[in-house]
């Protein structure tokens, strides 16, 4: 029966066995030709299966159009695409319809928040530099006590 191991049998420099006939692989050694270190197989790897999904992504939708107006012209006589285009057209013309108002609408509250600034800076001058110096004292001493942490 074989004798157990102990702490102090094991040492602290690894024993290094040769298992085959060839001469051990030293660090920096280019790797044989066509093989790759697993690092560089799993990254090239991963590269590739993504190449080919993209690739056939493409594929399928260069095949689409092709498609739609086989599908489109069994149904109802009239490709899919052709009927789309108002549809897409429809769709354009409310997102910019949507755009423009929330842009107005913005402009306007903009004006409308610096009209009141004004005149809250022409009716209360002394006011307003008293409370943008204690804005300032109260920002610059939550700095310093977030910053002590």
Do not use: C, H
């Not at 594929?59 to 086989?70: T, V």
């Amino acid at each position: 029966m074989a004798d157990p191991l102990r702490a102090d049998d094991i040492s602290s420099e690894p024993v290094l066995t040769p298992t085959s006939s060839e001469p051990p692989v030293l660090p920096g050694t280019p790797p044989a030709f066509g093989v790759l270190p697993p690092a560089r197989y799993r990254l090239s790897y991963t590269a590739e299966s993504l190449g080919n999904s993209v690739g056939g992504a493409v594929r399928r939708m260069r095949r689409l159009p092709g498609r739609l107006r086989i599908v489109a012209g069994r149904s109802t006589g009239q490709p899919i695409i052709e009927s789309s285009t108002g549809t897409v057209d429809n769709l354009k013309e409310a997102a910019q319809e949507q755009f423009d108002d929330w842009r107005d609408s913005s402009r306007r509250v903009i004006y409308q928040l610096r009209r009141r600034a004004r005149e809250i800076r022409n009716d209360y001058p002394l006011q307003t530099v008293l409370a943008f110096g204690a804005a300032g004292f109260l920002i610059g001493a939550t700095l310093r006590v977030w910053r002590s942490r």
